[in-house]
């Protein structure tokens, strides 16, 4: 079964500074890689996802993520925090190759500075 | 178009009994999962049902079943409630295609 590692439970970053979300993929390259948002007491919505068409993945509010093979990585990133981002954030990865059930990792809460 | 949506959203039980929950998918998608989110985790994968059958299941007990509805509904049950159910229970959904769409869950609360 694939499987994605989270490092860093909690971020801290003030408002305006970059923000980086670590996640790193077993072994085998996945067909598909996702990141999603909670915001407190809601579901999850999609920020993005990799589908093998392109390594740099542009999603919404302002985030992207860049598939690295050589790395087993797909970290996040924001150039710029806004106070609105603070959330916990999850990194997926399909439970089996081929089918559509995600395993996630254990999150990442980032936290915004003013 | 209305999102995933479930039912209830909260609800409290006392241990040893039997919930039941409840969930619509976005109009047009045949596929839905459920997933259990401890607080402080990642959610953990239940089930996914596809076209009224169950096509995967996660490591839960057999304390946990659901089912499908001919309209793509679908009803997520736990009997003999145990303190460490307690969790947000969501609901995903998708048309057959990789990325899947969740629910605001339900959080459910055992004592």
């Known amino acids: 079964a694939q499987s994605v590692t989270q490092l860093g439970s909690h971020v801290s970053v003030s408002e305006g500074a970059l923000v980086l979300l670590r996640c790193n993929y077993s072994?085998?390259?996945?067909?598909?890689l996702f990141w999603y948002v909670q915001y407190p007491n809601q579901g999850l919505q999609l920020l993005l996802k990799?589908?093998?068409?392109?390594?740099l993945v542009k999603g919404i509010n302002g985030f992207e993520a860049e598939f690295k093979k050589s790395e087993t990585s797909f970290h996040l990133t924001k150039p710029s925090a806004h106070m609105s981002d603070a959330a916990e954030y999850f990194c997926?990865?399909?439970?089996?190759?081929?089918?559509?059930?995600?395993?996630f990792g254990s999150g990442t809460r980032l936290q915004v500075q003013p | 178009d209305a999102g995933v949506t479930q039912s209830p959203t909260h609800l409290i039980k006392t241990r040893g009994q039997h919930v039941t929950l409840r969930c619509s998918p976005i109009?047009?998608?045949?596929?839905v999962s459920w997933y259990q989110q401890v607080l402080g985790q990642g959610p953990q994968f239940i089930f996914q049902y596809y076209e009224k059958e169950e096509r995967g299941r996660g490591n839960f007990p057999d304390r946990f079943s659901a089912r499908q509805f001919p309209n793509y509904s679908s009803e997520l049950n736990v009997n003999a409630l145990l303190l460490g159910d307690s969790a947000l229970y969501l609901c995903?959904?998708?048309?057959?295609?990789?990325?899947?769409?969740f629910g605001p869950g339900t959080r459910l609360l055992v004592l």
């Open positions: 072994s085998s390259v996945p067909p598909y």
């Open positions: 109009s047009g998608h045949k596929s």
């Open positions: 995903a959904s998708d048309r057959g295609s990789e990325t899947q769409y």
């Open positions: 990799y589908t093998s068409a392109a390594t």
């Open positions: 997926a990865v399909p439970f089996y190759t081929g089918r559509r059930a995600l395993t």
